[in-house]
């Protein structure tokens, strides 16, 4: 069973940084896309940065450009995603998201508040 699971979210003061990772287990994760997406309290599911299983290319949506970086150790089977200079509208709980086989797959999300 593919288990993708988030972790290093937390509670942070604004321009404060954070490291989120997600392990990856159970599929060949060096074959497989993968996206970060978030979720702010009341809100729908935004796309946050995406980088394709070799590791050399990325994009990121506007909001986070210049703030966020996203990057994997295929080696570790590991995603991450680098925020610094966060501000509170980043609050909202970022999921990672793999495409393999022509399917998507979901960790259970980490909680990221960024608050004085």
């Known amino acids: 069973e593919v288990q993708l699971v988030e972790s290093g979210g937390g509670l942070v003061q604004p321009g404060g940084s954070l490291r989120l990772s997600c392990a990856a287990s159970a599929f060949t994760f060096s074959r497989s896309h993968m996206s970060w997406v978030r979720q702010a309290p009341g809100k729908g599911l935004e796309w946050v940065s995406a980088i394709n299983a070799d590791g050399d290319s990325t994009k990121d949506a506007g909001s986070v450009k210049g703030r966020f970086t996203i990057s994997r150790d295929n080696a570790k089977n590991t995603l991450y995603l680098q925020m610094n200079s966060l501000k509170p509208e980043d609050t909202a709980v970022y999921y990672c998201?793999?495409?393999?086989?022509?399917?998507?797959?979901w960790g259970q999300g980490t909680q990221v508040t960024v608050s004085s």
């Open positions: 998201l793999a495409y393999y086989l022509g399917e998507r797959f």
